[in-house]
């Protein structure tokens, strides 16, 4: 199951890493693909293997320092 999500503060490969890396601890994740825009909106596709809710990847965007602002179709 996919689950995207755009993403705002993001400027740089350490916010990538950082966001990958809150993200991919989440259970049954199974791999992060993130588009960054610097000083833009970037989004943050999720893989997993159950489906992963936009407030569980919202909870750990924010634990990375940043915010999810909303939910791509």
């Given at each position: 199951?996919?689950?995207?999500?755009?993403?705002?503060?993001?400027?740089?490969?350490?916010?990538?890493?950082?966001?990958?890396?809150?993200?991919s601890?989440?259970?049954?994740?199974?791999?992060?693909?993130?588009?960054?825009?610097?000083?833009?909106?970037?989004t943050?596709?999720?893989?997993?293997?159950?489906?992963?809710?936009?407030?569980?990847?919202?909870?750990?965007?924010?634990e990375?320092?940043?915010?999810?602002?909303?939910?791509?179709?």
């Amino acid at each position: 199951m996919n689950t995207t999500v755009t993403i705002s503060g993001m400027t740089c490969g350490h916010c990538v890493m950082s966001v990958k890396e809150e993200i991919s601890a989440l259970p049954g994740v199974t791999g992060v693909d993130v588009d960054l825009v610097a000083g833009g909106l970037s989004t943050a596709t999720v893989t997993a293997e159950r489906d992963i809710t936009v407030p569980e990847i919202s909870e750990a965007v924010a634990e990375a320092g940043y915010t999810v602002i909303a939910e791509n179709a």
